[in-house]
């Protein structure tokens, strides 16, 4: 049998007449592509011959005993099977277009993150009183339901795709009384980015199943109040709401006092005005009054059934918040983009966070990425605000520089992850403070081991990766073309391969060199002597000066050597991005770069701060065969393709957060 498009779980107890009606407004839809699975919670009724029951679409019963409605609907996913699921109760009429409203708006907004489509439910005395028109439904109350998701997050008209469903882990089997199980799930779904919207056209009617109001069933209505009071105390108690525990905490003092009161009296007051009155509104009044004082008595029952200390804060298990230093498309924030990228296939859901925008948003898969944007003033009160909210099960921390993270993760007792990317020999000082307050560190080559060796058991050296991998044929490279990429600053050498130039410009007038790089705020009177040097020599023509640019790839393909002279490096992306693009590296041998370039297979190392070598070394490899270079690029390629890749990044990157978990 084919696997249908889009899965409709029915939970029902006791309801087999209703849920007959409801089951024949489905065989009237004009989609066709569904299935209808049936979850009953233990019904004493003659639910089960519904079994024996032939219908024009999938159907499948699946029973269990009494568990409670979220158990059931959690049992009736687990046997479905389509990609979107529809929520309905076993009392409700839709309409002729239930279905396809349903399916067509998730298709409609799929790729804007939406993973929740609220339908509209109406309430109608009885199935026979549902009308062929539905009545008006204003724009102004689709967007209030779509500005506060979760709290109209009700499963008698509601879808939601399947990925978010296994995301979240469905329905929380410990909410057994009546409300809140809901609105629970679609925080969580919230929690994880996902977006909601509402889908007016999909309209069902909800009739009545109650019959007449009697003094027993009003009973039976007002101890639903009073379950939903217990469950909201369980609610609150899972998840943080900024602020929200110490207003409950504060009105449970209020509690304490008012209701003291006996059950006995609220019923003999509601059995009292259960009587007819001549003024109907005053009557609906005192009944709305008496359902939320039974509310309230739930409440204050909740505090005693769901202490505090027992319920820590439920933080989403999977979701894990990347704080990045940067939004530019320097090394430290494309290293961390390529990890958010991927982060969902491997089962966890990634929030980054910047600390304004830049051009690393246009890299991030939106779809997949919840992207916090923390610009202007007050950042770590902004970040504060955001780790209430999602109140992520780790905090990843990209370069020290994000320190400020950790002291924030701390107060929420988050796991923090520190991605340390930086040369620390000068601030051994930062080195003690990360050890300190960070539960992992991640290291980016085995060089920087050293400055957190008193801690061996919480380091993970895991290196960079580049983003994809060329398959293209090598593109046409400009002869004596050198190029160096990174940022302008005395760590980064340049000043060296400037020196260098000139003596290679003696020997060869066809040289040039090309500069991808930003200079940095501080060092532009390094830049000015650069420029300064060059204008002296007469190499002004010979030198280019591009700038930050996010086509880097087109630099390194024209380029025929690429030169790193870096005084420290930590790791040097541009080494292995140059190297996937089949091109020959000369770099100093500084931090991780000799981890990466084996000398004269792969590669070329100097000594830092040596120009009379680099040139050397510059010359002796445009002097080799033709045949040799390709040989040298073959092996630099396979490398990369061994040892650099992307998924062996984001796998090693999820094992440090399995370590924490």
């Not at 779904?189 to 007449?212: H, L, S």
């Not at 590669?603 to 680099?614: A, D, H, K, M, S």
Request: proline fraction near 5%.
């Amino acid at each position: 049998m084919a696997k249908p498009l889009v899965s409709i779980v029915v939970p029902t107890y006791n309801r087999l007449a209703c849920l007959k009606q409801t089951l024949a407004s489905l065989e009237k839809q004009t989609f066709q592509d569904f299935e209808v699975v049936v979850s009953d919670d233990g019904s004493a009724d003659q639910t089960r011959t519904l079994q024996r029951q032939k219908f024009p679409f999938q159907f499948k019963l699946v029973s269990q005993l009494n568990s409670g409605r979220a158990a059931a609907r959690n049992h009736g996913i687990a046997e479905s099977s389509g990609e979107i699921v529809i929520f309905i109760d076993d009392h409700i009429i839709l309409d002729k277009d239930f279905v396809r409203e349903h399916y067509f708006a998730h298709k409609k907004y799929e790729k804007k993150g939406v993973a929740v489509i609220r339908g509209r439910a109406e309430y109608v005395q009885t199935p026979d009183k549902a009308p062929e028109k539905p009545p008006r439904f204003t724009k102004k109350i689709s967007k209030f339901n779509e500005n506060s998701p979760f709290v109209n997050f009700i499963t008698n008209n509601i879808s939601i795709t399947r990925y978010a469903l296994e995301l979240t882990g469905g329905f929380d089997p410990e909410f057994k009384e009546y409300g809140f199980q809901d609105q629970e799930l679609g925080y969580r779904i919230r929690q994880r980015g996902f977006k909601f919207k509402v889908n007016p056209k999909a309209v069902g009617y909800i009739f009545n199943v109650d019959g007449q109001s009697t003094p027993e069933l009003l009973e039976r209505k007002l101890d639903k109040f009073r379950q939903a009071g217990r469950s909201a105390v369980l609610f609150s108690r899972k998840h943080y709401w900024g602020g929200l525990g110490a207003g409950v905490n504060l009105f449970n003092v209020f509690l304490n006092a008012v209701f003291s009161l006996q059950d006995d009296w609220f019923l003999r007051f509601c059995r009292r005005r259960q009587s007819k009155t001549k003024n109907e509104k005053s009557w609906q009044s005192w009944r709305a009054k008496i359902r939320w004082l039974f509310f309230l008595k739930g409440l204050r029952e909740g505090f005693d059934k769901y202490p505090a200390d027992k319920y820590a804060p439920r933080s989403g298990a999977n979701v894990v918040m990347l704080v990045s230093h940067q939004a530019d498309l320097s090394g430290a924030p494309i290293s961390l983009t390529i990890l958010a990228n991927r982060l969902r296939s491997r089962g966890y859901y990634p929030i980054f966070v910047l600390p304004h925008s830049g051009p690393i948003e246009k890299r991030l898969d939106k779809k997949s990425v919840k992207i916090l944007n923390l610009h202007g003033w007050f950042k770590a009160v902004k970040l504060y605000v955001y780790m209430a909210r999602f109140r992520p099960a780790i905090v990843h921390a990209n370069t020290f520089l994000t320190e400020y993270a950790l002291d924030i993760a701390r107060r929420f007792g988050i796991k923090t992850i520190m991605h340390v990317r930086e040369d620390l020999t000068m601030y051994p000082q930062i080195a003690v403070r990360l050890l300190r307050k960070a539960n992992r560190l991640v290291l980016i080559s085995n060089s920087m081991v050293r400055y957190f060796d008193s801690e061996p058991t919480r380091l993970d050296v895991v290196y960079n990766a580049v983003e994809e991998l060329p398959n293209s044929a090598p593109v046409e490279e400009t002869p004596y073309k050198l190029l160096y990429v990174g940022a302008i600053e005395k760590r980064k050498g340049l000043w060296d391969l400037v020196r260098a130039l000139d003596s290679i410009y003696q020997q060869n007038k066809r040289v040039t060199l090309t500069v991808v790089g930003q200079v940095i705020l501080t060092e532009k009177s390094y830049l000015w002597r650069i420029k300064r040097f060059l204008q002296k020599r007469g190499l002004s023509q010979r030198v280019k000066f591009v700038g930050s640019t996010p086509d880097v790839g087109r630099y390194l393909d024209e380029a025929s050597l690429v030169v790193v002279p870096s005084h420290q490096e930590p790791f040097g992306r541009v080494v292995i991005e140059a190297m996937a693009r089949r091109k020959i590296v000369v770099a100093t041998m500084v931090g991780g770069i000799p981890e990466i370039i084996e000398q004269y297979r792969d590669g070329f190392l100097v000594e830092p701060g040596n120009p009379e070598q680099l040139a050397k070394m510059i010359m002796y490899v445009w002097n080799k065969s033709p045949e040799h270079k390709e040989q040298i690029k073959d092996k630099a390629y396979r490398t990369v393709a061994e040892r650099f890749l992307p998924d062996g990044y984001v796998d090693n990157i999820v094992a440090c957060y399995k370590k924490l978990l």
